[in-house]
């Protein structure tokens, strides 16, 4: 496809933002040299600030937001009372609120997924109901979409892939299950600790443990099926997992060796942990067993038969995956409070109903989400908690306290307990505060230390199915993706959207997960904006055939103004400026088939579409 250098000026001005930065007990013997520990813990030591990736990003990418002027803030819950008595307290200048179309688009991505359809921005921004954001939150709560969204965003936290087998399905099913009836959260949690059933084909929380067993012997060879995994690293790996996934926590430096002397420089609470806590805290599993299915000679993957009839936790134990183990006591006992299982109570019960009623599980929370939709969390990394750096009153000597806004974090935790752990509940508090309703452009001159205090919106890259669905969205061309004998337009309605060679680049550029590894964040490079000016995924759905948008639009308008404004809207949810409808017309006027594809392409590479602001 040709495109003309005006269109290219005006449109993809911006493109080049996304050059970002690269990369960017007694003591026992240790078993790891320095240099292989330094190696090891590198990501810990060299980490990325999240906030100050968003501040940057947002810099470059919200030049175009459009938003109301600046009048004073109507505070609206528990966020916006530490938000803007902070931002007052210090002199800090903030950004004004989002117009109607900013926020409707902001907001349907963060909650649905999706980008509004050009019709949904001009009857939002006709309307005057003063109370329809509030009213659009609760609606888009509602959808299916909503459910289609997390459940997507559980399956890369878990690395839901071909570990689970045919589970996989179930497993995102029972996502969505729990989402659409706004299960307790904690109820979700202690189901996937405490499961235990015959196969993870039927009983769709054992798919976790499915995700997280470590292979062991690839055939019985003792008649005792259990061998085939290894009873001792699944432990480990899934008291790793609850940890960084419940609690924000990343325990798996002391799976291997005690804090002292290693994290000194990471983390100070623990460093105060040695190697035989965290054995402790995996032997709330210690009685549990992973068996795969073995039958007529053959194994049948990714099926098991998950019991509670092991003798426990054995800390002399050998291991696939880590240093040897030293020994030690080997009862449960929590990581972060020392409980052990009461009489009688079966130990992974007691770690389930302890972990869930542990205030970090409801802050970890808190910030996951917080992160979720403010583009960074309170504390960073999310999974990266310090517990001894939380408390303002009472920080270590030559460290800085870790939240930006630790009474935040702290209300807002005992709020979503308050609420029954309810994921909409906290969904709404975010949303319908003013913080979150900032617009994501600026007055004046941007600070850096400006950043933690959000003042403004920050910007956040689309996820590669996001982007996907809005382009599907946008062209009005759906994706031909299968499940089962059905074929889906829409990548989020899958558990992971397969497609061919454009389709798989295209998506692994903007970041789909493997679910290998745990997810990271997106930061941007200019490979992206290339992939997408390159991808036939693009330039074939913007033609003027096949019942496109711009055949539509061609065919039912004569007025090529009415034409750019609609593509500008179901593009970018906004009309244009006079600016740029000038050239829009003029291109449409050489060339009106030509000009609207080249439009229409041009919008769709824009840095303004693949960020959400």
């Not at 798919?207 to 480990?236: F, Y």
């Not at 913080?435 to 994501?440: K, V």
């Not at 941007?524 to 000016?533: C, D, E, F, H």
């Not at 030509?594 to 960020?611: K, P, Y």
Request: hydrophobic share 40%; with cysteine.
């Amino acid at each position: 496809m040709q495109i003309p250098t005006r269109v290219l000026l005006l449109l993809l001005a911006g493109v080049v933002c996304l050059a970002q930065k690269a990369g960017r007990e007694p003591m026992k013997e240790e078993s790891l040299t320095p240099e292989q520990f330094r190696k090891a813990h590198a990501p810990l030591f060299h980490s990325r600030d999240s906030a100050d990736d968003a501040a940057e990003l947002t810099q470059r990418v919200a030049a175009q937001a459009v938003s109301a002027d600046l009048e004073p803030v109507v505070r609206k819950n528990l966020i916006d009372d530490h938000i803007f008595d902070r931002i007052e307290r210090d002199g800090i200048p903030r950004a004004p609120m989002a117009g109607d179309a900013e926020f409707l688009r902001r907001v349907q991505l963060d909650l649905i997924g999706r980008i509004p359809a050009a019709s949904e921005v001009k009857s939002f921004v006709a309307d005057p109901n003063p109370a329809k954001r509030s009213e659009k939150i609760d609606e888009l709560l509602t959808r299916e979409e909503f459910s289609e969204k997390w459940a997507y965003f559980y399956m890369n936290l878990f690395r839901a892939n071909g570990k689970m087998g045919r589970g996989r399905e179930l497993f995102h099913y029972w996502l969505k299950e729990n989402l659409r009836s706004d299960r307790p959260y904690d109820e979700w949690v202690r189901a996937i600790i405490t499961s235990a059933g015959k196969s993870s084909n039927v009983l769709a929380a054992s798919n976790v443990i499915a995700r997280e067993h470590v292979q062991g012997k690839p055939q019985p060879d003792d008649g005792h099926d259990w061998g085939m995994v290894h009873q001792l690293d699944t432990h480990d790996e899934l008291t790793i997992l609850y940890g960084k996934a419940f609690l924000g926590i990343n325990v798996s430096c002391i799976s291997c060796h005690d804090g002292v002397n290693h994290l000194e420089a990471v983390n100070v609470y623990l460093t105060g942990q040695t190697r035989n806590d965290f054995h402790r805290q995996a032997a709330f599993l210690g009685k549990t067993r992973y068996m795969m299915y073995w039958e007529d000679g053959d194994v049948k993957a990714n099926e098991f038969l998950i019991d509670d009839l092991s003798p426990g936790y054995d800390t002399s134990g050998e291991s696939m995956l880590r240093v040897a183990r030293w020994g030690g006591e080997s009862s449960p006992k929590f990581l972060l409070t020392d409980e052990s299982p009461r009489d009688g109570e079966h130990p992974r019960d007691a770690l389930a109903r302890i972990l869930t009623a542990h205030p970090q599980f409801a802050r970890a929370t808190a910030n996951l989400f917080w992160k979720q939709l403010m583009a960074y969390g309170i504390v960073e990394p999310h999974d990266e908690f310090d517990l001894a750096r939380q408390d303002p009153d009472n920080v270590p000597e030559g460290w800085q306290l870790q939240p930006s806004h630790p009474e935040l974090l702290n209300d807002l935790a005992a709020d979503f307990r308050d609420s029954g752990f309810s994921l909409k509940h906290l969904f709404q508090t975010l949303c319908n505060s003013s913080a979150y309703q900032l617009s994501a452009s600026f007055p004046g001159e941007w600070d850096p230390n400006y950043t933690k205090y959000f003042s403004r919106k920050f910007v956040r890259m689309l996820t590669a199915e996001e982007l996907h669905d809005a382009i599907v969205i946008s062209t009005s061309r759906p994706g031909k993706f299968k499940f089962g004998g059905d074929e889906v337009g829409m990548a989020m309605k899958l558990s992971e959207p397969q497609g061919g060679t454009d389709l798989k680049y295209l998506l692994r550029t903007f970041g789909q997960s493997t679910r290998r590894n745990p997810p990271k964040p997106l930061n941007g490079s200019l490979r992206q904006p290339l992939a997408l000016m390159e991808s036939p995924i693009v330039s074939e759905r913007v033609k003027a055939e096949r019942d496109s948008r711009v055949q539509r639009l061609l065919d039912s308008y004569d007025d090529d103004g009415t034409v750019v404004d609609e593509l500008f809207l179901a593009t970018l949810a906004r009309t244009p400026s006079a600016e740029e409808k000038e050239i829009a017309l003029a291109e449409l006027a050489d060339d009106r088939t030509g000009g609207a594809e080249n439009l229409h392409w041009a919008l769709i590479n824009n840095v303004e579409f693949f960020f959400n602001h």
